[in-house]
Nanobody
Framework: QAPLVESGGGSVQAGGSLRLSCLAH?????????HGWFRQRPGYEREEIAD???????TYANSVKGRFTISKDYVKNILYLQMNNLKPEDTAMYYC????????????WGQGTQVTVSP
């Protein structure tokens, strides 16, 4: 029931960097939970771009591999997405989410934060 809260979005020129944060108020450090970052461009369906499991093993969509880094702080209960070498096609609403590892249903979502990349 406790919400996830994203921050760190904004407007940046191509080649720039942003770091998104996802704060889970009252969310315990639970190794049974996995987390991910999603994005949705206007007119396109939402896609997962990064995932991290309860052993801190990340996976990435090919579109962001080598440019984005997902990580989480189990003490502060913060999920991060470091975005480097941003491209105009990265412009989207970005969402964080949580699920139980081994399951496919995403249980908690953030409200979204806008990222706009200009040429």
């Amino acid at each position: 029931q406790a919400p996830l809260v994203e921050s760190g979005g904004g407007s940046v020129q191509a080649g720039g960097s942003l770091r998104l944060s996802c704060l889970a108020h009252g969310y315990p450090s639970n190794w049974a939970y996995c987390h991910g970052w999603f994005r949705q461009r206007p007119g396109y369906e939402r896609e997962e771009i990064a995932d991290i499991d309860n052993r801190q093993r990340p996976t990435y969509a090919n579109s962001v591999k080598g440019r984005f880094t997902i990580s989480k702080d189990y003490v502060k209960n913060i999920l991060y997405l470091q975005m480097n070498n941003l491209k105009p096609e990265d412009t989207a609403m970005y969402y964080c989410a949580a699920r139980r590892c081994g399951e496919t249903t995403w249980l908690r979502w953030g409200q979204g934060t806008q990222v706009t990349v200009s040429p």
